[in-house]
């Protein structure tokens, strides 16, 4: 299945700019983490669990580069289908964690079904638009495939999950709109979706997913409780300054102001450790990964390949920017992470596999 | 296959593709603009609130100089005890930390909502005191729900201890957490919010000497507020030890004295040679020790509503007419003046008419003829009525100033009052009237518009000791500057008169008779020494009102008031005071209290030892209070 010659089209600055964000984010994983003490102090677990799930991630990301992607088109509706089956299952058996129910634990580790919501989406997205020839200008086939993205964006909300249930509308509006999507259509969602924002604010929020939109608003309002961590989010940024405090130096986060840094807010202290410099490196690396990745897209042999890189690429770069523009207090607190930086094993290796399908598109351009 | 993209699509993929790559270009360089704004341009801002986070600096009170005694004996020092504080920027839900406090200590929670609430504007890193002088129990049970009670912190602090209770209370004075006026005022600069400053006395007098400087330290800490680290230390300097003039054991004697006698009323006691002040009191008293860590709202407000003022310092802030006390001014005054002689006699008949008005003598049936010794020996009111009725008010007013009378003393202490003795200057300006004749016929006998404090009788006193020297007293002999006890210049006399000494020698050889020649201070006689004084009681209001009143106002005491003023030994006096005793009733039960004092005194020149605190019947009060009943005789009459 994987021809010689193939090896010689994998994109390998793509692959390297993964695989170094990848590595940025154990090393700030590592310093976030690390326990300080009067005498010394001593590292933290989290890194070596988040090398673990990199070497996962990577064979992921070869099986999903190894296999044509067509193959894993045809058997779309059993990958979402296996997905469908995985989120019921979390809701009635899964762990629960940090007020969520969220995780089936398989030996030591702790799967995150959600987390590959965004590439099944994708995957069964792209094959649907992708082998429809009429694209995505007739609204009846905008709304089958809205259906099958709600569908897991429920079950993941259910959980309850908004953050990462959110993240799949994007993977949906990004196959849509290269599909054709007018963008006179996308406006009258929109709209709908403003119009439809009171009565999910009165029946669909919880509380406490109000009262984070309302402290974002208001900070100052209620600097102990949720204001707390958008507050703490800007002096972690603010402090790093121009060249920042130094690996190991920051405070925010080793002295747990910010809390549970490693995992959303892990972009708030390479702000703080590495200052702006680091944050322009940073920006400017998963900028490139995600403009290269459309690259992938335009160069894409097909429809199908083109529209999966386009959802996944919709996905990552929105949970990027989301997560970047929080990590700074600038957004609500929500719970979507980094991709490929953020402590957290299933998003890591989720993540990877849908980089090893935007490889495998681009390295199969030429193929039939 | 079907879904190979043909030449139309891929015109349209790319054109979206683009609009999409733009996007994110635009979304990241927004981005980068919001971080440049954090992390540049408001840098600093940021920067501080982070250190805030993690830098605590904790205060390290410098304890206050201690106090000695002219011996060298403590009078007020200083003892650890543990307050217990809030740090509000640690503390999520104020209100459930209170709660909990109030449950774990038995304090009210009311009362702890109200410290937070009355220093709600301070920065939220400064610990607020909430519990002073905590009890080991208290101590125990916060520590015991130390994770209930987030930002509840337990700190040592020296806290103010004065061993002997309420001995001189009004004179060490106490302290207190500095008031938002004091911190307006400059000489508090640098002095931070909740610090313990001297209030009254010595404490707030000396202030500035007795703080010392408050050391720091700073230390990191994380969100738990662990300690991490500790990043400097400034320990704190002690305040500038202050030796007192005092002279203990006569402190003890004389506020023993004043409890065996029961009366309140107020004593100072002083060298008449260079202004030292070796006694001190003021009764009721209070205990500063309740003060020291910060005084429980019912006991202030027990303090400040008892009708007897227990606060106020009676010494220096009560004026009250001098009755026959003065009379050795009159005297003086006159001889000096020139309108009498040492053998100048008058006959006392019991009474005497001046101006159309009869002013009668204390004993009833007349002293018979006088002279200025036997005058203020036997303190014969007639006598004085004449002299002072020749000597005109103006001319008294000159010589009871010029020993101390109607004029502050300048003692080192805060919040002297100044006395009044009348003029016909001081009369037209206060009321815009003439002063008539009449009235310095009860000014003579040191009633009617004059009053005096305690204080200034005692510089009185001792200006007729030294010959004309009007000393300034004061409290402090010496201040240790680090490098041991350096003696601090005396303060100069406030005014000097050259009194020719067979002038003077007539008054004292009169107040040696007082004490020694069988007269009304007999009381206050030493073996050995010659005492010389003079007593003096005095109307609170007029024999005739008070009837009236005191059928109106059941409660209020009008005894009247009893005083003695005294020195010793005649030739070349060491000593010098004045001792007060609120309606006690009759100037020698006054002596009667000096006698400890003086006793106490020459036992220790004489190297004796000391006489033991005297009983109340040692003392052998007089409570003859003939005013009191109706019927009393009801005429203008001064005491003994």
């Not at chain 2, 007013?397 to 002297?416: F, H, M, Q, R, Y």
């Not at chain 2, 006096?573 to 009667?592: C, D, K, Q, R, Y």
């Not at chain 2, 005194?601 to 033991?612: E, H, Q, R, T, W």
Request: glycine share 10%.
């Amino acid at each position: 299945m994987f021809e010689r010659r193939l090896y010689f089209h994998i994109d390998w600055l793509l692959l390297g700019a993964i695989l170094l964000l990848s590595g940025v984010g154990v090393a700030m994983i590592y310093s976030t983490t690390y326990v300080p003490a009067p005498t010394g102090g001593h590292p933290g677990t989290q890194p070596l669990t988040q090398l673990y799930a990199l070497g996962i991630g990577i064979v992921a990301l070869l099986v999903c580069l190894a296999i044509d992607y067509r193959v894993f088109a045809e058997h779309s509706l059993f990958v979402y289908g296996s997905l469908l089956v995985l989120l019921i299952f979390v809701l009635i058996k899964g762990q629960t964690q940090m007020g969520g129910q969220r995780w089936i634990p398989i030996g030591p580790f702790h799967l995150q079904p959600s987390e590959f919501g965004r590439i099944c989406v994708a995957l069964v997205l792209a094959m649907y638009f992708g082998e429809n020839r009429r694209g995505a200008k007739n609204p009846s086939d905008l709304i089958i495939g809205g259906v099958l993205t709600l569908i897991p964006l429920l079950l993941i909300a259910k959980q309850p999950d908004l953050g990462t249930a959110v993240t799949l509308l994007p993977v949906f509006v990004g196959v849509a709109f290269l599909a054709g999507l007018r963008l006179r259509l996308l406006g009258v969602l929109a709209l709908a979706g403003i119009l439809v924002s009171p009565i999910a604010w009165k029946f669909a929020l919880k509380d406490y997913q109000r009262q984070r939109i309302l402290t974002f608003m208001d900070p100052e309002k209620d600097p102990q409780n949720t204001g707390y961590q958008t507050i703490q989010a800007r002096i972690t940024v603010g402090s790093g300054g121009f060249k920042g405090k130094g690996f190991l130096h920051g405070t925010q986060g080793q002295y747990k102001f910010l809390p549970v840094a490693h995992n959303d807010f892990i972009f708030s202290v390479l702000a703080e450790e590495q200052g702006f410099i680091g944050v322009l490196g940073a920006l400017g690396l998963y900028l490139f990964v995600i403009l290269r990745s459309l690259e992938a897209a335009r160069l894409a042999k097909d429809r199908l390949g083109a529209y999966l890189v386009g959802g996944i690429i919709t996905g990552f770069a929105f949970q990027v920017v989301y997560n970047v523009t929080m990590s700074a207090g600038l957004a609500p607190v929500k719970g979507i992470t980094l991709p490929l930086m953020s402590y957290g094993g299933s998003s890591l290796i989720a993540t990877l596999a849908g980089f090893g399908l935007v490889l495998n598109v681009r390295m199969r351009r030429f193929t039939n | 296959m079907t879904t190979n993209l043909v030449p139309d699509d891929r015109r349209s993929l790319t054109l979206r593709l683009s609009v999409l790559q733009y996007t994110v270009a635009a979304a990241f360089a927004l981005l980068a603009v919001g971080f440049w704004i954090f992390q540049i341009a408001q840098h600093e801002k940021f920067a501080e609130m982070a250190e805030n986070n993690q830098l605590r600096r904790l205060p390290l009170p410098a304890p206050r100089g201690v106090l000695l005694d002219r011996s060298g004996k403590v009078l007020v020092e200083n003892q650890d005890t543990i307050n217990i504080a809030i740090v509000r920027e640690q503390t999520k839900n104020l209100g459930d930390v209170l709660r909990t406090l109030a449950a774990a200590t038995g304090v009210p929670e009311a009362q702890l909502r109200d410290t937070v609430n009355r220093r709600r504007r301070e920065p939220t890193y400064r610990p607020i005191v909430l519990i002073e002088n905590a009890t080991r129990e208290q101590y125990i049970a916060v520590w015991a729900r130390r994770l209930e009670l987030p930002g509840i912190v337990a700190e040592e602090v020296p806290a103010r201890r004065y061993p002997a209770s309420d001995l001189a209370a009004h004179l060490f004075g106490y302290v207190g957490e500095v008031t938002q006026a004091q911190l307006q005022r400059p000489e508090y600069d640098g002095v931070e919010p909740g610090s313990i400053v001297g209030q009254a006395g010595v404490e707030l007098a000396y202030n500035k000497l007795l703080m010392g400087i408050d050391g720091s330290k700073t230390v990191v800490v994380n969100s738990q507020n662990r300690e991490i680290k500790q990043l400097e230390e400034q320990l704190p300097t002690t305040g500038h030890p202050l030796e007192l003039t005092l002279d203990s054991d006569l402190q003890k004697a004389t506020d023993d004295a004043y409890t065996a006698a029961g009366f309140n009323g107020a004593a100072v006691v002083v060298d008449p040679r260079n202004g030292e002040v070796l006694a001190f009191t003021s009764r009721p008293a209070y205990d500063p020790n309740e003060f020291a860590a910060g005084i429980k709202p019912a006991a202030w407000n027990a303090l400040t509503s008892d009708n007897l003022k227990p606060l106020q310092n009676r010494a220096l802030q009560s004026r009250y007419p001098p009755g026959s006390t003065f009379k050795p001014a009159v005297g003086l005054a006159g001889l000096e003046e020139g309108v009498i002689t040492p053998n100048f006699t008058v006959h006392c008949s019991g009474s005497a008419n001046f101006y159309g008005r009869n002013f009668a003598c204390w004993k009833k049936g007349g002293h018979g003829t006088v002279n200025l010794k036997t005058a203020i020996e036997q303190s014969c009111d007639v006598f004085f009525y004449t002299v002072g009725n020749m000597l005109g008010i103006d001319k008294i007013n000159k010589w009871a100033t010029l020993l101390g009378l109607g004029v502050k003393s300048n003692i080192d202490l805060p919040g002297e009052l100044v006395g009044l003795v009348p003029s016909t200057k001081w009369k037209q300006e206060t009321r815009h009237e003439k002063w008539y004749a009449g009235e310095t016929i009860s000014v003579a006998i040191g009633q009617g518009q004059v009053n005096v404090t305690p204080v200034s009788m005692a510089v009185y006193a001792a200006t007729l000791a030294n010959g004309g020297t009007r000393i300034t007293p004061h409290i402090i002999k010496a201040a240790d500057d680090g490098t041991g006890l350096k003696p601090l210049p005396e303060p100069p006399p406030q005014s000097k008169i050259d009194v020719s000494p067979e002038k003077l020698e007539a008054i004292r050889q009169g107040m040696w008779g007082v004490v020694n020649g069988g007269g009304t201070g007999g009381r206050a006689r030493i073996e050995g020494h010659d005492v010389c004084g003079k007593t003096g009681t005095a109307q609170v209001v007029s024999n005739a009102n008070r009837r009236l009143l005191q059928q109106k106002y059941k409660d209020v005491d009008y005894r009247d008031n009893g005083w003695f003023i005294f020195f010793a030994p005649r030739d070349n006096p060491t000593i010098a005071g004045a001792v007060f005793l609120e309606h006690g009733l009759h100037g020698p039960n006054a002596a009667s209290v000096a006698h400890h004092i003086l006793a106490t005194y020459f036992a220790k020149v004489d190297g004796k030892p000391l006489p033991p605190p005297p009983t109340h019947e040692d003392l052998h009060l007089d409570y003859k209070d003939p005013y009191a009943r109706p019927g009393g005789v009801a005429t203008e009459a001064g005491g003994q």
